[in-house]
T-cell receptor
Framework: NAGVTQTPKFRVLKTGQSMTLLCAQD?????MYWYRQDPGMGLRLIHY???????AKGEVPDGYNVSRLKKQNFLLGLESAAPSQTSVYFC????????????FGDGTRLSIL | GQNIDQPTEMTATEGAIVQINCTYQ??????LFWYQQHAGEAPTFLSY??LDGLEEKGRFSSFLSRSKGYSYLLLKELQMKDSASYLC??????????WGAGTKLIIKP
């Protein structure tokens, strides 16, 4: 019972490099989300998707892009990594919005040097 | 602006009861969630309140007062495995979750 799977689990990048974080869910959920979690702060929404082929900006979208080509996958891209993007990134999915809990992956710990 | 406040850290004794408070100011309200997050792990869903009152689920209960912008999570018969951070999150008028910074709960024997 995999749920939400994120890859990679850890990554170290140099400033200016690019990378893609992968998220896959096997619960047939319509909604998917990318968050970042920083010390002393609540989870902050980067981008989200309400269905295959759709994406929308969250609270902190600058410096990130996303794609949802398949219902089960949600990709987060960093085009030119900056030290301010050092964080723990969580992907989540939910069956709906109202009253539906979000289910989280184990996170990707990303360091930008 | 939107704001969720909860204490940064709390300490309690194994076998005791602890109440973790959460106050919120958001643009609209479509429910309040509590999550548990062990260090280095993913948040996991604990409870959901959308109407005023108490929701009980085993050793955990969650209370909501919409008029006061207030919720609490009550943990009974504390066990060492309950040592974790507890996150309060409110769904706003756009159905987006606004998260508190979390309360780190330390359980002592």
């Amino acid at each position: 019972n995999a749920g939400v799977t994120q890859t990679p689990k850890f990554r170290v990048l140099k400033t200016g490099q690019s990378m893609t974080l992968l998220c896959a869910q096997d619960m047939n959920h319509e909604y998917m989300y990318w968050y970042r979690q920083d010390p002393g702060m609540g989870l902050r929404l980067i981008h989200y998707s309400v269905g295959e082929g759709t994406t929308a900006k969250g609270e902190v979208p600058d410096g990130y892009n996303v794609s949802r080509l398949k219902k089960q996958n949600f990709l987060l891209g960093l085009e030119s990594a900056a030290p301010s993007q050092t964080s723990v990134y969580f992907c989540a999915s939910s069956a709906g919005q109202e009253g539906q809990p979000q289910h989280f992956g184990d996170g990707t710990r990303l360091s930008i040097l | 602006g939107q704001n969720i406040d909860q204490p940064t850290e709390m300490t309690a004794t194994e076998g005791a009861i602890v109440q973790i408070n959460c106050t919120y100011q958001t643009s609209g309200f479509n429910g309040l969630f509590w999550y548990q997050q062990h260090a280095g792990e993913a948040p996991t869903f604990l409870s959901y309140n959308v109407l005023d009152g108490l929701e009980e689920k085993g050793r955990f209960s969650s209370f909501l007062s919409r008029s006061k912008g207030y919720s609490y999570l009550l943990l009974k018969e504390l066990q060492m495995k309950d040592s974790a951070s507890y996150l309060c999150a409110v769904m706003d008028s756009n159905y987006q979750l606004i998260w508190g910074a979390g309360t780190k709960l330390i359980i002592k024997p």
